[in-house]
């Protein structure tokens, strides 16, 4: 409760019944828009994986996936996934997707250790997505090309849903600002890496914060990545910094803060993974099933990343709380402050 967000005179534009249709809407064209944009082919994914063979995305290290004992296969535990951010990359393989396509997938998940607030949800659903590169591509600039895309996507999906429902603004800055997290220290350093998130956007509307998980120059990394996904520890030949990867965050009025849409990056080749694995003491995970198919080489060099599939719908529908275009657990006394603010829960 001491991070919820309570907007002045707030009251949602949609109706319930309105809301319910527009979600659907949202999200049958922006899977239509990017699909076509990025040349995805949609798959099935799984709700969970087995335990053990590394395959589930550990986030910041700290959070505990869902377990439970499978019967049939004498107990082996399973664990419900974080994000499909390994997954996907053995899918492009065993699939033999072709260099410049890919896949995409609905993710559900559950973080049972999410702080509960306006943004952040035990339920967590998202496209995720993944494309087959070369490694000439393996530079800043065509990780730029690739968030351009993206937002392209998200722009004219807000045009749709705008156009759909008039009593909705169109709010998005038309073009994205690229800044390298240590670019971001430097300009503001006597901020958090929230705080810095925040005026960044404040000030540029659209922002990819580039670099997301290494040491910065104050000996901190802006957030926490695995180190198995993203490569966050390359320096590309057309950028003075190490980092292949980053955050995509827009500045929202409603709640007049910075929101997170999509985290992404180009992901580990054999030699950035052996690096990252040994800065974070994680050397043993060598051993595991994907860990062991990306260093001999029979996984495609990829980019991928997720988006929030809620949240998306949530700023453009202009929703003050997650938890109105997506149905979850919320403790009681946050569902009755919303109530009582004109933030009705799902």
Request: net charge negative.
């Amino acid at each position: 409760m001491s991070k919820l967000l309570i907007p002045s005179s707030y009251r949602a534009i949609l109706s319930q019944h309105q809301t319910e249709n527009a979600i659907k809407q949202i999200k049958d064209f922006f899977l239509s828009s990017i699909s076509t944009e990025l040349r995805l082919r949609r798959v099935t994914a799984p709700l969970f994986v087995l335990q053990g063979l590394g395959m589930n995305d550990d986030l910041s290290g700290t959070e505990r996936p869902v377990t439970f004992p499978i019967k049939d296969m004498g107990d082996a535990p399973a664990e419900v996934v974080h994000s499909l951010a390994k997954w996907k990359r053995v899918t492009l393989a065993d699939y033999a997707v072709e260099q410049g396509f890919g896949i995409i997938t609905d993710m559900n998940a559950i973080r049972s250790d999410e702080e509960l607030d306006n943004l952040h949800s035990l339920y967590v659903d998202q496209w995720d997505w993944e494309r087959v590169m070369g490694a000439e591509e393996r530079t800043v600039e065509y990780l730029k090309g690739v968030v351009r895309q993206i937002y392209s996507a998200i722009l004219r999906t807000e045009f749709y849903i705008c156009e759909t429902y008039p009593l909705l603004q169109p709010f998005l800055s038309n073009e994205v600002t690229f800044i390298h997290a240590e670019e971001l220290l430097q300009r503001y350093p006597n901020l958090t890496p929230k705080e810095r998130e925040d005026a960044i956007c404040r000030e540029c509307g659209t922002v990819f914060i580039i670099g997301i998980g290494g040491a910065l120059s104050n000996g901190e990394p802006h957030d926490h990545r695995a180190p198995d996904y993203d490569d966050y520890t390359t320096t590309a030949s057309d950028s003075q910094y190490a980092g292949l990867n980053g955050d995509l965050l827009v500045w929202y009025p409603v709640l007049g803060r910075s929101v997170e849409l999509s985290s992404m990056g180009i992901r580990v080749d054999g030699e950035a993974l052996e690096r990252q694995l040994s800065l974070c003491g994680k050397e043993e995970r060598r051993t595991l099933y994907f860990h062991r198919r990306l260093l001999e080489g029979s996984l495609p060099l990829s980019i991928g990343g997720g988006i929030g599939q809620s949240r998306l719908c949530m700023l453009l529908l202009h929703k003050a709380h997650i938890g109105e275009t997506q149905s979850s657990i919320w403790p009681e006394d946050m569902r009755r402050v919303c109530r009582e603010n004109g933030m009705p829960l799902i």
